[in-house]
Structures are given as C-alpha cells and as structure tokens.
T-cell receptor, first 116, second 113 residues
Framework: DAGVIQSPRHEVTEMGQEVTLRCKPI?????LFWYRQTMMRGLELLIY????????DSGMPEDRFSAKMPNASFSTLKIQPSEPRDSAVYFC??????????????FGPGTRLTVL | GENVEQHPSTLSVQEGDSAVIKCTYS??????FPWYKQELGKGPQLIID?????GEKKDQRIAVTLNKTAKHFSLHITETQPEDSAVYFC????????????FGKGTMLLVSP
C-alpha cells in the first residue's frame, strides 16, 4: 500500500487566498484525521471522520476552516480566507481500529503551508 | 479532557548511550499509550505502544513502561544510534468506544556519533 497520500507537499499563498489541502487515506481505513503541527502548539487534532461522516470538529480553530470527506478515499481541508497565523504543517492520518478502540494512526507526509 | 505532559523537550546523547523520555497523563481512564517517531520532513510513525493491562513492553532496542498508579509512562531507547535522532511523541487515549489520541508536545532526540 502507498500509505496516506497528501497533496500538495508545500503550499505558499498570500493572505486572503483560499487554500485546499487534499488527503487520500489508506484503503480500507474507516477513520480519517486532520492535524495541525506548529512549534508552539505541537500536534493539534482539527477534525476526524468515521465512515465519511464528521464526528468531532471541535478542534477546528475558526469558521474559516472547513473539511469534507465526499467518499472513503478522499478528504479535503479548506481554509478561506487564509491568514499568516495559519502557517503550519497539516497532517492527515487514517486508522482502522480493531474492536472499536483507538488504534494505530498512519500519518501522511504532511503539507507545509506558508501564508504570506 | 485528557492532558499529556512530555519531558524533556530536547535530549542530547552520545551514540551507544541510553535515552529516556517521560510522559504523564491526567485522565485515569486512559489505557492506550502509543509512541510515535517523526523524522525531519515526514509524518509521525508508530514505533511502540502499550495498553494498561501490561506494565512493560519491549521491541529490540526500545521499551515502554507504564505506571498507572502514578499516571506516567516512559520510552527507553538503549544503544542509541545516529538514526534514532528524531522527534518523539507520546500519546494517550481512552479505551471506551472510539477515542482520539492526545499527544504530548514532543522530545527532540539528538544522537551524536
């Protein structure tokens, strides 16, 4: 398996622009997570899906952030409008919990976002 | 909610030495504790995990210990090698229904040849 795939790997944009990050989870995994990583705050969970349905979006920082999962093999995280403080590395992860409990999360390589 | 504290934030050792990273958690109901390794430019990868019914688990040069009474768990790396240099994250999770992971802030380990 190719693992979790994220695109783009790097994104540089100007403040106010819309940014869309993409993720393809591992085939067969039914949980998908979006994280943000910064030096100051570490790894923060933004939102997660189960069977394409958003379960908990309490980590989404503002209404400028939105996420969708239209099917089992694709998810997007959108920021509109983007701000310099959104600059971070965004990770997508997927898992297939055994017995319904927390299990290994497989992370993608991340998207490094820079908002000028 | 769960809070995970991780120490130290940076750790420098000589090749061949042992390295220990410690984490504490706040929710006594947590009972799944994984450790992730993140190399530069990559996403975190699971290296070892432990569940609360076990006090210690080993995998070659790495081991994890868990003290549920004190609510702390530790990662031990023996005979460190330069390729062990990375950022290590601990995490904790509840084992009731599906629960997300709460991560520590990470420890940057540098192993000098």
């Amino acid at each position: 398996d190719a693992g979790v795939i994220q695109s783009p790997r790097h994104e540089v944009t100007e403040m106010g622009q819309e940014v869309t990050l993409r993720c393809k989870p591992i085939s067969g995994h039914d949980y998908l997570f979006w994280y943000r990583q910064t030096m100051m705050r570490g790894l923060e969970l933004l939102i997660y899906f189960n069977n394409n349905v958003p379960i908990d979006d309490s980590g989404m920082p503002e209404d400028r952030f939105s996420a969708k999962m239209p099917n089992a093999s694709f998810s997007t995280l959108k920021i509109q409008p983007s701000e310099p403080r959104d600059s971070a590395v965004y990770f997508c992860a997927s898992s297939f919990p055994s017995g319904g409990f927390a299990d290994t999360q497989y992370f993608g390589p991340g998207t490094r976002l820079t908002v000028l | 909610g769960e809070n995970v504290e991780q120490h130290p934030s940076t750790l420098s050792v000589q090749e061949g030495d042992s390295a220990v990273i410690k984490c504490t958690y706040s929710d006594s109901a947590s009972n799944y504790f994984p450790w992730y390794k993140q190399e530069l430019g990559k996403g975190p990868q699971l290296i070892i995990d432990i569940r609360s019914n076990v006090g210690e688990k080993k995998d070659q040069r790495i081991a994890v210990t868990l003290n549920k009474t004190a609510k702390h768990f530790s990662l031990h790396i023996t005979e460190t090698q330069p390729e062990d240099s990375a950022v290590y994250f601990c995490a904790a999770s509840l084992n009731s229904g599906y629960s997300t992971l709460t991560f520590g802030k990470g420890t940057m380990l540098l192993v000098s040849p």
